[in-house]
Structure formats: structure tokens, C-alpha cells
């Protein structure tokens, strides 16, 4: 989250970030969710960090007949299968499994071997799988009167934190929100 948030701050336009925290299940996260979209100012685009919110993300927009990504864009974390076979496939950022757990694993070992050795912090990077959820911000408005978009931020996607049950999205400086899809 706060590589996210450090990314909208860096914008040549600096953005806002809001940050929701949806609770462990697609119930609890729905919830949340609508109750965000129903406030009025709704996202423009929405980057959700665990499978849950992408799912509240998606049902609710379908709801409210807000088509993805005309009218509003989302991105997830974790890449499933589901995902690339969506129309339109949903973008996500991509955790690289196997070697976060060799890396897990060799520092188990070098614990068993070393229990007096401080324990070290690991990043390692991810990427991010643009696809078809995500479109170009608009200019001059959308068919809903709202203000122009601003340009998704192609933030650094590094891992930094184990955050199950947070949904993030950025707003631009106008108050529009608009979507940094890295943490």
C-alpha cells in the first residue's frame, strides 16, 4: 500500500489515494464496496489487492451497469485463471510463486541452521499484466457527466507487504479517482 500511495504522490499531477479495508470474505468485501460506490463520487478505477475485492469490484460495477473499462477500471493482484478469460480480461499484478517460496524456504533453512541470525526482509519484484480491464482516461468527461480521467500510474509492482483484506484506489488532484496499479 504505501508503494501505491508513494506512486500517486510522485505523479507529475499528484493523485489522492483511499484505501478500504474490505474484511477476509466476497461478502464482507461487497459490502464495502457498495456502500464506496454508492457515496456518489464513485472511482473511476479501482486497484483491488486480494481476490475477494476484485470479485465485490466487478459484481458491483455489473450492478450499477458501469461497463469495464468505459466506465470504470480494475485491476487485481494475483493472477487466477478466471481472470484472463473475463471479458474483458481483468489486469492484475503477477507474484512470482516459485521463487518467493525457494526464497521462503532458504531462509527457513538458514533460521534451522542459524536461530541466532536475524531474521532479513525479502522483496522481490512482480509484474504487472496489463489487459483489457483498463482503458485510456478520458478528457472530457464520460457518459455519465463526470470530469476527465487521469493516466494510470505505471507504479513500481514490488511486494511489500502481506495485506489480505485492503481494496486501494487514487484520485487525481480534481478529486477524481484514478487507478495506481503498484504497491
Known amino acids: 500500500i504505501e508503494g501505491a500511495c508513494a506512486a500517486a504522490r510522485a505523479m507529475p499531477e499528484p493523485m489522492q489515494t483511499e484505501v478500504l479495508y474490505c474484511g477476509p470474505d466476497l461478502g464482507a468485501a461487497t459490502e464495502i464496496v457498495a456502500k464506496r460506490f454508492e457515496q456518489g463520487d464513485r472511482p473511476q478505477a479501482v486497484f483491488a489487492l ?38 474483458p480480461p481483468v489486469a492484475t499484478v503477477i507474484q512470482p510463486v516459485e521463487e518467493m517460496s525457494a526464497m521462503a524456504w532458504k531462509q527457513l533453512l538458514d533460521r534451522i541452521e542459524s536461530p541466532d541470525r536475524a531474521p532479513k526482509a525479502i522483496q522481490i519484484q512482480c509484474s504487472l499484466e496489463f489487459r483489457g480491464s483498463i482503458a485510456a482516461p478520458r478528457r472530457g468527461g464520460d457518459r455519465h457527466g463526470r470530469g476527465s480521467r487521469h493516466a494510470p500510474v505505471q507504479g513500481d509492482a514490488r511486494r511489500r507487504s502481506e495485506q489480505p483484506d485492503v481494496l486501494e484506489e487514487a484520485r487525481g488532484v480534481d478529486g477524481e479517482p484514478a487507478m495506481v496499479p503498484g504497491i
Open 50 to 87: 486480494f481476490i475477494q475485492a476484485t470479485l465485490a469490484v466487478l459484481r458491483e460495477a455489473d450492478k450499477l451497469g458501469l461497463s469495464v473499462p468505459d466506465d470504470i477500471s480494475v485491476a487485481g493482484f494475483d493472477d487466477f485463471e478466471w481472470m484472463q478469460v473475463m471479458h
